[in-house]
DNA sequence: TTTATTGTTCTACGATTATCGAACTAATCT
DNA sequence: AGATTAGTTCGATAATCGTAGAACAATAAA
């Protein structure tokens, strides 16, 4: 059973966090993620790019500290630490991500 | 007198801001400027690496819509963007700013 | 006018990052 | 057992990034 490594709650940094945000790719995936409000399998979540760099950008994800990935099957289930985060960085994901979603019911105006 | 460009509210983007601060050096720099509660000039901040590289990073926030500078005799005087970001992205900034100065407390302990 | 100060730009380098198609791996389905 | 599915890894490419020393530019001080 293939097993992933997460970083501690001590090894997840700010930078590394905002870092992993930065890219709207990822920030994209993690929005839909936190909508979905449960676990989802890796491709549940549309990617406008290959397969291959979707798996780059969820490696990147993992290592921040910001998903937790549970293999199920064939699938990879992918949850965000939402709780872990909060408590280590109090309003960063949540206020990025109203954010997020605010710009994207802007720019469907 | 040198000019300085500084994006519009319009253009300033949310992966762009999460970008600029993703970088150590930057977000000290952000911080520095954000305690002090006023213009800083550039040198006023202690910077880790040489000054051509902060030259950069400076540039970078400026181009993110994060800082605002002004020119003023030799030296550019540095301020935080804080309502226009406020305004923009409530509590990405501030919630940024409050984990990094947590991580810089916890750190010295 | 010359010198000093502050900060910027130029140029270059090494490292990192995002991208993808091909090939691969592990689990499940037939 | 073979085929299918979901996702990963490999290897490659191009772009981006952080870094710094040297040279420069604008302003102020002497």
């Known amino acids: ?10 090894q997840i940094t700010l930078t590394g966090v905002l870092h992993a ?3 709207p790719v990822r920030l994209n995936y993690v929005q839909c993620v936190a909508q979905a409000a449960c676990e989802q399998s890796c491709g ?3 990617t406008p790019v290959a397969k291959s760099t979707m798996s780059h950008h969820i490696r990147v994800l ?3 500290g910001i998903i937790h990935i ?3 099957g064939t699938q990879s289930l992918i949850s965000l630490r939402s709780d872990e985060l909060e408590q280590k960085f109090p309003g960063v994901l949540n ?3 109203k954010s997020a979603k605010n710009i994207e ?5």
């Open 95 to 97: 206020s990025v991500l």
């Open 44 to 46: 549940a979540i549309p």
């Open 70 to 72: 549970r293999p199920y």
């Open 62 to 64: 993992r290592e921040a």
């Open 1 to 10: 059973m293939k097993q992933y490594q997460h970083p501690t709650a001590d």
């Open 21 to 23: 945000l930065s890219d």
């Open 105 to 109: 019911v802007t720019e469907q105006a």
